[in-house]
């Protein structure tokens, strides 16, 4: 694949990044993940504007406009193969002579991206509906809401799910849910969808957005509120959501069926309205 490197457009293989990259050393970084539908970037506008939020909080200068960003993805879309694909965006604050905590502020922050191709089973949500999950406890900082690459309690925790043979790790703390590893968790209680509300543990998810938006439209109810271990595991459904998983039911939980062990009727609708308006 051609990636993009500050600047320059490089097979993969030949892209190279200095070992005082401090994204290398310290994860001193922020990324985002945006999925392309018929060639199309899915909800770009979202993904740049998180981007550039994630770049303040951490106080790297945003090294592109908004229409360099445009261009930069629009590019990257081109010359890469599929018509879906998956693309990784990557700022690090850049590199340092030498390995220091402290940062300078004059450097120039090192700019990567990279696409791959997805294939058309993982675009349609409804193509691959169901998963399972357990339940862990969030062992990562409090700064969920950047989009950091220091994702060490994510790939632990994310090791764990694994080699249970699970798909995914539903995260708590204090009692309450907090999110997946790498996605949202939402469930269906009474009729209504209900996600745990916007905190600094949690990210704030562009396909979370995209479930209140689609909601709305539709009359379908929906609320951000705590969500108690204990009502997640007496939900009638669970879902998560993420770019690239899109909007899936979790239908089992520790070993345990969600609700009836099924898809759920809720899940059903709004996957209906996923595939429908999503591109
Ligand atoms: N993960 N929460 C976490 C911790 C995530 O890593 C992600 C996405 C989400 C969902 O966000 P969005 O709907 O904007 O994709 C929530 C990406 C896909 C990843 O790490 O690969």
């Known amino acids: 694949s051609i990636v993009y490197l500050d600047g320059q457009w490089l097979p993969a293989d030949k892209a190279k990044v200095s ?4 994204g290398f050393l310290f994860g001193d970084s922020v990324y985002e993940v945006v999925v392309v539908y018929n060639r199309q970037p899915f909800r770009l506008e979202q993904h740049l504007s998180r981007l550039s939020r994630s770049l303040e909080e951490t106080g790297i200068p945003n090294p592109l406009g908004l229409h360099e960003w445009r261009f930069l993805i629009e590019r990257l879309i081109d010359q890469n ?16 002579e030498s390995r220091t905590h402290n940062y300078p502020t004059n450097i120039t922050p090192t700019v990567f991206a990279v696409s791959k191709p997805i294939s058309s089973k993982s675009t349609d949500t409804r193509l691959n509906p169901s998963c399972s999950a357990i339940l862990l406890e969030d062992i990562r900082w409090s700064r969920g809401d950047i989009k950091s690459t220091s994702l060490l309690g994510s790939v632990l925790l994310k090791k764990v799910v694994y080699e249970s043979g699970k798909d995914e790790g539903i995260l708590h703390r204090d009692g309450f849910i907090t999110e997946g590893t790498a996605s949202n968790i939402f469930i269906v209680s009474q009729g209504a969808i209900v996600t745990p509300e916007l905190s600094e543990w949690i990210l704030t998810g562009i396909t979370r957005d995209f479930i209140f938006e689609l909601a709305n439209r539709y009359n379908v109810p929906i609320e951000s509120r705590p969500v108690s271990v204990v009502e997640l595991t007496q939900a009638d459904e669970v879902w998560l959501t993420s770019s690239t998983a899109e909007l899936r039911a979790i239908t089992e939980l520790d070993d345990k069926p969600v609700g009836n062990g099924n898809i759920g009727p809720m899940w059903q609708r709004m996957a209906e309205l996923y595939q429908r308006h999503k591109a």
């Open 19 to 22: 070992v005082f990259d401090r």
């Open 81 to 96: 193969e599929g018509d879906h694909q998956s693309i990784y965006i990557q700022v690090t604050r850049g590199v340092t």
